[in-house]
């Protein structure tokens, strides 16, 4: 919005010019509760949450309706999962909380009875400290409902890894080719893991591209299609009778970075491997960047990325980010060539 009467009045007699008083008046606006609005939209674009399926556009098809036994989604349930995400994000932004917190935060920030059924946790209030997640198999971010549901009774792993892999990471992956299916038909008998595998990784034109999406996404396969914690798959027929139950596999190789090779055993090893790599910080910057700047960087913005990624990989709190970029002199004077 417009500047406020204090920061126009500073910007109209000059004192804004003034380093120790440009470097208050971005504490001040940083520490607005207003601000938080900022981050929650910036939350929403870098994790591309918008893509997240309808959840209930399934109900009354025979196969999803016993995937899903008591639960039931609404029409309000995909946003409930959105803002589950955003108000972790926002919690974080009040409380100090850093990049690496959000990451690995394993506690509940549902404040509907539909997201919180799905974690098995009381609803949210809003203010007080939030529930804990009793299932010791939930790690954090990788492991809200947002990042797992999909719509339907079975999970994506392509696309869970896709968006761990570009979103999340930044780090690009070619088009799929035009006839390539949209989802991976279920297979008799076989897991949808193991149904991916067959489809996309015994084929060598697919396999350079899938092995770095795929492995992204087994890792989260103890999770069904609606983000509940499982350890076997139900299999179905297409009358939604139970015709198989085979354990799960979420063992993979990710390569967080082309160096890594370590084999994750689940989400927890993966978030392990991403904080260890600096590549979530280094996506971050590059997003916020673009977020704040409303374009894209350019060589000349190069120190000004790699500072803000220094400061986030050092652990720097999150409001502590936003405000730094505003201290940068490409921030506080305007090139017009």
């Known amino acids: 919005t417009l500047p406020d009467a204090e920061l126009a009045a500073l910007a109209d007699s000059g004192q804004l010019l003034n380093a120790t008083t440009y470097q208050a008046q971005v504490a001040r606006l940083a520490a607005d509760s207003r601000s938080e609005a900022s981050l929650r939209e910036f939350i929403a674009q870098w994790f591309r949450l ?57 506690r509940s920030y549902a404040r509907t009875a539909d997201i919180a059924a799905l974690y098995g946790t009381p609803v ?41 892999r570009s979103a999340l990471l930044c780090q690009s992956l070619p088009p799929p080719p035009p006839d390539a299916p949209v989802a991976v038909p279920p297979v008799q008998g076989l897991t949808t893991r193991e149904a991916v595998e067959r489809l996309t990784e015994q084929n060598p034109g697919c396999s350079g591209c899938h092995g770095m999406m795929n492995p992204l996404g087994y890792v989260s396969e103890n999770f069904d299609a609606l983000g509940r914690t499982r350890s076997s798959q139900r299999l179905f027929d297409a009358s939604g009778a139970v015709v198989g139950d085979r354990p799960v596999n979420t063992l993979a190789t990710p390569r967080v ?8 055993a ?38 000004a990325i790699t500072d ?4 986030a990989r050092a652990g720097g709190a999150l409001r502590d980010l936003m405000a730094r970029i505003a201290l940068r002199p490409e921030f506080q004077s305007r090139s017009f060539q």
């Open 50 to 106: 918008h893509e997240i399926e309808p959840l209930d556009s399934r109900l009354g098809d025979p196969v999803f309706d016993a995937f899903r036994g008591s639960f039931t989604p609404n029409r309000d349930t995909r946003q409930n999962a959105i803002n589950e995400v955003i108000d972790m994000a926002a919690w974080q932004l009040r409380n100090g909380g850093s990049l690496q917190a959000m990451l690995g935060d394993r």
């Open 124 to 164: 949210w209030d809003g203010s007080a400290t939030p529930p804990t997640w009793g299932d010791a198999s939930r790690s954090g971010l990788l492991t809200r409902v947002a990042f797992l549901a999909t719509g339907s009774a079975t999970t994506r792993p392509i696309m869970k890894g896709y968006r761990i």
């Open 257 to 264: 970075t082309p160096a890594d090779s370590r084999a994750a």
């Open 266 to 303: 689940d989400s927890a090893q993966l978030a392990q491997f991403i904080r260890e790599s600096g590549e979530f910080e280094r996506c971050f910057a590059q997003h916020y960047f673009r977020f704040t700047y409303g374009r894209a960087e350019r060589e000349a913005d190069r120190d």
């Open 308 to 311: 803000l990624m220094n400061a």
